[in-house]
């Protein structure tokens, strides 16, 4: 095992990688920084490119990519009031009003420490525990792994905002497209409609390219994004960087711990990821805090928490994608879909025979947060520059990025169209309150279930119960049926409660 | 574009009824109680029973929600998204012909023309300086085959 932890620090430590690392987290920062493009959307670009890399540069250029583009989303968000990237959201009243204030810097300086900070210690958490979890994922049979997919698509679809019965929506869907194609069981080709090219299944990578490019140029075109009308004059930040900011981080060290550690463990749940992460810890800050009236109006305390949180939920989002093989957000979703591209097989049989390789993603993770502190600030500094670049010129230079990456993966214009099908699907389904994230999931998840249900259905001569003799499998089961009765009896109650009032309040009318 | 929930409801029932009927069509793994219908006639239950709920919100919210609303999207915007639309099909169909060079190049000048309204000299310079990169690196890099085209001559790289 050192044997590997040595080999894979000079894989990192690699002229080369480094290199692309730096290329990578430029291009992030830059990507992160323009408001309406996601770090999603950076990675989805990526894709292409790494497709023709080798697996240690492709997965630490993405590692880099994200963290870096996390952070820059609050560039925009503190000096324009428009997040860079969702992940910002939570907190743009609190670093905007700073920026009025005068105070950018102490903003902007405590969002990048608290990102190096949170980083890291997502870093550490995915470090230890990745190793732990795959001893006991190498126990794993079909029964396991069909509920440990389904728990976690489960997680995907009702963890997202909106409607619960959005999010099953779009979980399904992304589960009818993995059907599509050869049946890997059978040998049966399903909802091809004759298509040879259908045959061969949908391919992640256009469909991620449409779903989060396409679908992203098509909100920016039509405005919905902010990004479209002239804003206000951009404000620089200006003075020292850091100077302001230990005392603040020594104040709320508690709330540097709590969002680092409460952020790992959101992005390990599959479908929410750094928006989410922090959304729940910048609410959870103030419930505990003693100011709670302060926040959003350019207050420091929930800025460190939900900072650090979106930058560490990116570490804890590999947790199950390297373990198990399930993604724990839209990122790691395209990052299963590269290492399936690559012939390798996400999951515990890559810390059994390739463990280098998760070594070099732990330490590619220590790497990009310690590069995000020089590039970070470089960025706040250089922000009024960066922002000159017009959005009208480079969204169509973004499409033409994206239907050549669309096109490499297979060298057809089929590629092409599957990304411009689904980018409009996922277009109208974000407009209307249809989360993405579990289609997305249940696109790479999808023929892993089906054959582990399969599998576990013959082996079982068709006894349901067979899915829970095993004690793992039954936990996972109890606890995901439960989450699926407790959503389905909410609603019903919601449901009855709201038909009861309307009957009350149309009886009380007459 | 904000649709009412009934209304995509609709679509998501009458999906699920289609899965449902082709994956009768499949025929059964010999000697196997469950074929490849199975897992798609499963999503295909659910997708019916999602639509029904869909349905059932989006009536009961009718007055407040209309069936379409285009609220707020004015004529250009809405221009603007279906160019890029139409650059993406026209994409597919003509690239095989006209090229990647030619394709992609002269679409994405159309469209910084039309999103900056004007500018166009700047906007050629830029598509064709990106059209060319792109082409060079994909080409002679990565080794991607984009398609040549019948009226340029061959590139230098």
Redesign the interface.
């Known amino acids: 095992m050192n044997d590997a932890v040595l080999t894979a620090f000079g894989l990192v430590f690699d002229p080369y990688v480094l290199g692309v690392m730096l290329a990578a987290g430029a291009f992030g920062l830059f990507v992160g920084a323009m408001p309406g493009l996601t770090a999603t959307l950076a990675v989805a670009l990526l894709v ?2 790494t497709f ?1 890399m080798e697996p240690i540069p492709a997965l630490a250029a993405i590692v880099s990519t994200t963290a870096m583009a996390i952070f820059a989303g609050d560039l925009p968000g503190a000096l324009l009031r428009i997040p860079g990237t969702p992940a910002s959201a939570a907190y743009v009243d609190d670093t905007h009003k700073l920026t009025l204030a005068g105070k950018a810097n102490l903003g902007l300086g405590t969002a990048l420490c608290c990102a190096v900070i949170g980083g890291l210690v997502g870093a550490s958490i995915l470090a230890f525990t990745a190793p732990l979890l795959a001893e006991v994922a190498l126990k794993f049979s079909t029964q396991e792994y069909f509920w440990l997919a389904t728990f976690g698509l489960t997680c995907a679809a009702f963890v997202s905002t909106g ?1 619960p ?2 999010g ?2 779009s979980l ?1 869907l992304g ?2 497209i993995a ?1 599509i194609g050869i ?1 890997i ?2 040998g ?1 080709p ?2 091809t409609f004759g298509s040879v090219e259908l045959m061969g299944g949908v391919s992640f990578i256009p469909a991620m390219i449409g779903m989060f490019a ?1 679908s992203e ?2 909100r920016w ?3 919905s994004t902010g990004g ?1 009308d002239k804003t206000a004059p951009v404000r620089q930040a200006t003075g020292a960087v850091f100077a302001a900011v230990l005392p603040v981080l020594r104040r709320y060290k508690i709330g540097l711990v709590r969002g680092s550690i409460g952020g790992t463990l959101i992005g390990i749940l599959p479908g929410a990821g750094a928006d989410i992460a922090a959304w729940v810890t910048y609410a959870i800050s103030k419930k505990f805090s003693k100011t709670p009236e302060k926040y959003g109006t350019g207050h420091t305390e929930g800025l460190v928490d939900a900072s650090s949180a979106n930058n560490a939920s990116l570490g804890g989002a590999w947790v199950p994608a390297l373990v198990f093989g399930i993604p724990g957000d839209t990122i790691t979703a395209i990052v299963i879909g590269i290492l399936y591209m690559k012939g390798m097989n996400p999951g515990p049989m890559v810390m059994l025979y390739q463990p280098e390789l998760l070594y070099a993603v732990f330490i590619a993770f220590f790497v990009a947060n310690l590069m995000l502190l020089p590039l970070g600030w470089l960025a706040i500094k250089s922000y009024g520059q960066m922002i000159k670049v ?1 959005r ?2 480079l ?3 973004i ?3 994206c ?2 990456g669309a ?2 993966i297979n ?1 057809t ?1 089929f590629g ?2 599957v ?2 099908v689904l ?2 699907i996922a277009f ?1 389904m974000e ?2 309150g ?1 989360p993405v994230a579990p289609a997305i999931l249940g696109l790479v998840l999808g023929t892993m279930i ?1 054959r582990n ?2 599998q576990s ?2 082996k079982a ?2 006894n349901l119960l067979a899915f829970f003799d095993r004690p793992i499998a039954a936990t996972l089961g109890v606890i995901t049926i439960s989450i699926w009765v407790l959503v389905a009896g909410g ?1 019903i109650h919601r449901w009855w409660r709201g038909r009861s009032l309307t009957t009350t309040a149309s009886s009380s009318a007459e | 574009m904000k649709l009412n929930d009934a209304v995509l409801g609709l679509v998501v029932l009458l999906g699920g009824l289609a899965i449902i009927l082709q994956a009768r069509t499949f025929p059964p793994t010999h000697g196997q109680a469950y074929g490849p219908d199975l897992f798609p006639t499963i999503i295909g239950l659910g997708f019916v029973l999602s639509g029904i709920v869909l349905v059932i919100g989006g009536w009961r919210e009718r007055q407040v929600v209309g069936w379409v609303d285009f609220a707020g999207v004015s004529f250009g915007r809405l221009l603007d998204a279906g160019l890029v639309l139409l650059y993406i099909a026209a994409f597919i169909v003509l690239v095989p012909r006209l090229g990647f060079v030619l394709t992609a190049g002269i679409g994405a000048w159309g469209l910084m023309v039309r999103f900056q309204g004007g500018k166009w000299p700047s906007a050629l310079v830029i598509a064709t300086v990106v059209t060319l990169v792109t082409d060079w690196a994909f080409r002679s890099l990565l080794l991607v085959p984009l398609p040549q085209g019948l009226i340029l001559p061959r590139l230098p790289w």
């Open positions: 292409p490119i023709f409607k019965v959005k099953l929506v399904l589960l009818f059907t049946d069981m059978a049966q399903r909802f396409i140029v098509l075109a039509l405005g479209r017009p009208e010129v969204m169509p230079i499409l033409i990025l239907m050549v096109f490499a060298n214009v092409v169209a990304m411009l980018g409009m109208v407009e209307n249809f089906e249900f399969m259905m013959m001569d068709g609603a």
